[in-house]
């Protein structure tokens, strides 16, 4: 492997789309399912600790991923 | 009653929700799990391989988050599919609310007067040893009109209860009185 960091500079804007696209689908995904949270369920409490853990779960793996991204680039 | 998505009558009380047993849920999340870290693991595997380029590493670390916020959405679906499936028991029908997908439900609902008999279904070694299983309500008329309860807790419970509120009910109809009912239900919870 001779791939340094930087030599992926030229695919900068795929990546940034890519990570773009993943905040836009899972945040409309959030939408979607606090929706349903709120909506349906019998306790307040279960969709509020629903909604949080899937939105702190988003959170840390799109950090992760801006993060990796800043490295290749 | 906005959580169960059917109208309750003002003179309608429920007397028992029953939800899908917890192994259902643990079993659907850790095949998610797992998917959404093999991307780790393969990486792992392959590490002599590929060597110790920090590129690679940041490679895999960026492609395997997305492959496991995919997963993690999946698991959020799994547990809204969980939590929103439900039968309720109230003193006059039991009702199924399925979750068919996202603003889809699904509302069946079983009177009480047209129950007939209950039947208990243990499939395999694992419901056996946890005690769940499905329960068959079956109706009056056409089997297609049975209410199957897909892997609840505690069946034979579950089917007692459902059978005791059908005789109090055909005995009854107009019982306004419901102690008994209500002391059931403590028993039961």
Redesign the interface.
């Known amino acids: 492997m001779d791939a340094s960091v930087g030599s992926f500079a030229a695919f900068a804007p795929l990546f940034w789309i890519l990570l773009a696209l993943a905040v836009l689908v899972s945040a409309i995904f959030g939408l979607i399912l606090s929706y349903h949270w709120i909506r349906f369920a019998a306790s307040p409490l279960v969709a509020f600790f629903s909604i949080v853990t899937y939105a702190i779960g988003c959170v840390v793996l799109v950090a992760i991923m801006l993060f990796s991204l800043i490295t290749i680039l | 009653m906005?959580?169960?998505?059917f109208n309750i009558h003002p003179d309608e009380r429920i007397l028992a929700?029953v939800r899908k047993h917890w192994f259902v849920l643990v079993e659907n999340l850790f095949g998610l799990t797992l998917a959404g870290i093999l991307p780790f693991i393969v990486a792992g595997f392959l590490a002599g391989a590929?060597?110790t380029?920090?590129?690679?590493g940041?490679?895999v670390?960026?492609f395997g988050?997305?492959w496991?916020?995919i997963a993690?959405?999946m698991m959020?679906?799994a547990?809204?599919n969980h939590?929103?499936d439900m039968w309720v028991i109230t003193e006059r029908r039991v009702v199924y609310v399925e979750?068919v997908r996202?603003f889809v439900?699904e509302v069946t609902t079983l009177p009480l007067e047209r129950i007939q008999d209950a039947t208990v279904r243990y499939g395999n070694f694992i419901e056996t040893v946890l005690d769940f299983g499905t329960l068959r309500v079956q109706s009056a008329g056409a089997s297609e009109n049975d209410v199957l309860m897909h892997d609840i807790p505690r069946p034979e419970e579950v089917k007692r209860f459902v059978l005791t509120q059908a005789d109090r009910f055909a005995k009854n109809p107009n019982d306004s009185d419901f102690k008994d009912i209500m002391s059931q239900r403590n028993q039961h919870e």
């Open positions: 906005s959580h169960t998505t929700k590929l060597g380029n920090p590129l690679i940041a490679l670390l960026f988050s997305l496991l916020l993690w959405m959020a679906v547990w809204t939590y929103l979750q996202f439900r």
